[in-house]
């Protein structure tokens, strides 16, 4: 089955998601990149759609140019963001743009191989996209249960403001931009970087795994903005959303997202943002 995938902000015009399907020497490699939102107060790269999407647009651009099947993921990657820094300071001088608007995100890449009637992948996983294996007996599975150490800093600031009486989900994340941006400095400069930044000072610290799947096993690759039909929504669980994204389809998942977001006043109380940036790919092993 040929993979089906969809991509789409939570404002018009306006895209910080990516996905990318590269098919080469018997190997299918599916990207899902969840570009970390801005804290800055402006974009300083003078590019289309603004310096995030640049970022996950140069990043995959220059991953599918150092795609090699007898490189790891891990070498793939940082040749990747060797070409993406470089392109970086000729677009801006570094030290004039603060370290917090440097662009970050997360990133799942499956790599999958057929080999005797088998399929591998190969999962490479930076930050907090979400992975869902639906093996061929109907078990899903979460295959990178990550659990960002984050959140529950922000869950807790969150609630303080809540208690202090502030809702409004704009005006609460205004209160939490230093907040939110010495974690964006601590991300860009960690030494072994635990997203996928610009200019890592060390090898990133990725998650991985391998796993065979037989005939008729799914993989469901998200972002976090698509995984809220299950945290924090609670419409789904894992398996029931796979299901739905079977039978459904992915567009008609993604109407649900937004219908409920635009419908429901409250999707915004537990999170920085009502709502996020949203993207999926469905695969098939055939």
């Known amino acids: 089955m040929k993979p089906a995938h ?3 902000g939570a404002v018009a015009h306006r895209n910080d998601d990516h996905v990318a399907i590269f098919t080469h020497k018997g190997a299918t490699d599916i ?3 969840d570009g970390g939102t801005s804290v800055a107060e402006r974009d300083y790269l003078n590019a289309v759609g603004g310096d995030v999407a640049w970022f996950v647009h140069a990043f995959t ?8 099947l007898e490189r790891s993921q891990q070498d793939c990657v940082h040749a990747a963001v060797a070409v993406v820094g470089a392109g970086f300071e000729r677009l801006t001088a570094p030290a004039a743009m603060p370290l917090h608007a440097w662009p ?5 890449w499956l790599r999958i191989k057929a080999r005797d009637g088998i399929h591998r992948a ?6 907090d996209c979400k992975s869902l294996l639906r093996t061929s007996d109907g078990a899903c599975i979460d295959l990178d249960p990550f659990v960002n150490p984050q959140d529950a800093v922000l869950q807790a600031e969150i609630a303080k403001l809540r208690t202090e009486g502030l809702a409004d989900p704009v005006e609460r994340r205004e209160r939490m931009l230093p907040m939110l941006r010495a974690r964006r400095e601590f991300q860009n400069t960690q030494p072994a970087p635990a997203v996928l930044c610009v200019r890592p000072n060390g090898a990133f610290q990725a998650r991985t795994r391998s796993i065979d799947l037989e005939p008729g096993a799914s993989l469901l690759i998200m972002t976090d903005g698509f995984y809220r039909l299950v945290d924090p929504y609670g419409r789904y669980t894992d398996a029931g959303l796979m299901e739905a994204c079977h039978v459904r389809g992915l567009p008609a998942m993604l109407d649900e997202l937004r219908t409920y977001e635009a419908v429901t006043g409250s999707t915004g109380a537990r999170a920085v943002k009502a709502a996020d940036d949203a993207s999926a790919v469905l695969w098939v092993a055939s």
Do not use: H, N, P
């Not at 970050?104 to 799942?108: F, N, S, V």
């Not at 190969?122 to 930050?127: D, F, K, N, T």
């Open 6 to 8: 969809i991509s789409a």
């Open 31 to 33: 990207l899902v990149i």
């Open 61 to 68: 651009a220059a991953l599918e140019q150092e795609l090699r």
């Open 104 to 108: 970050i995100a997360a990133l799942t």
């Open 122 to 127: 190969s999962m490479y996983a930076l930050g």
